[in-house]
């Protein structure tokens, strides 16, 4: 499912874009708040620009200046804080309280989850006859929403996470049966810089936990074996995050 197509390079769009709609107008009013290093932040921007909200993100110091500046080209306001997510995240909702701007999550929230599940309405749709989806699994929303769709429209299919080894945070508490996190230090040595979540959000967990068949790792040489043929063979940019499901495959 080739998301790296999607306007701001990611699912992310799709998440955010079903929680901003269905604020009410006194929530608008407010404006939203999110905290991200890039693909969320970029999503929850364009959504408030499509909606005619006031967004601002709080972004890390250290973010890819890439994503920085397409966050601010869709028209957020950009505070840069904390060197890593959780401290962003900590002054985003530290924002929300002070001003009443409407805090966005990136994947803890029903309409989030539920936004990012229509990539599985669609795979329902394209591949009725599909029998395994392998999906990301950072906090747990993208994979929570997709095993939702999948579950319920194809219940013969199997749906299974992918981790990269060196950020196994789920993967483990999968087997444990319980959220395990993993600390900034080990979830910081994969080159899948979007899936360094320390841990599943309290919502994909109850989803996840009912819904999906498996959890499984990928090396780094896998991950990056696997950017590099989607490079060259299939001529889809993708980030080293979205790759691990074909390095799965």
Avoid at 97 to 118: K, W
Avoid at 135 to 149: E, F, R, W
Avoid at 214 to 237: G, H, K, N, P, S
């Amino acid at each position: 499912k080739a998301e790296s197509l999607q306007r701001t390079g990611s699912y992310k769009i799709r998440g955010a874009y079903n929680r901003l709609s269905q604020l009410t107008d006194e929530e608008r009013a407010h404006g939203v708040v999110a905290a991200s290093a890039g693909n969320h932040a970029q999503g929850v921007a364009l959504a408030a620009r499509e909606l005619g909200i006031a967004a601002t993100i709080f972004m890390p110091l250290g973010v890819a200046l890439p994503k920085l500046q397409a966050t601010r080209n869709y028209g957020a306001e950009v505070v840069l804080h904390g060197h890593v997510v959780d401290e962003t995240l900590r002054a985003a909702a530290d924002f929300a309280e002070r001003t009443g701007a409407i805090l966005i999550p990136p994947f803890d929230h029903p309409d989030v989850i539920s936004g990012q599940g229509t990539i599985g309405l669609e795979i329902a749709q394209d591949l009725p006859d599909v029998d395994v989806v392998l999906v990301p699994v950072s906090g747990g929303g993208l994979i929570s929403g997709v095993a939702a769709a999948i579950t319920a429209l194809l219940p013969r299919a199997v749906v299974i996470g992918v981790e990269p080894e060196l950020a196994g945070d789920a993967a483990e508490s999968f087997r444990a049966g319980r959220r395990i996190p993993w600390t900034p230090a080990q979830t910081a040595r994969t080159m899948a810089d979007g899936l360094r979540t320390f841990t599943v959000g309290e919502l994909p967990w109850a989803n996840i936990s009912r819904q999906v068949h498996d959890i499984v790792t990928v090396t780094e040489d896998e991950i990056a074996d696997a950017t590099r043929r989607l490079l060259l063979q299939a001529r889809l940019v993708a980030e080293p995050s979205g790759a691990v499901a074909t390095a799965a495959f």
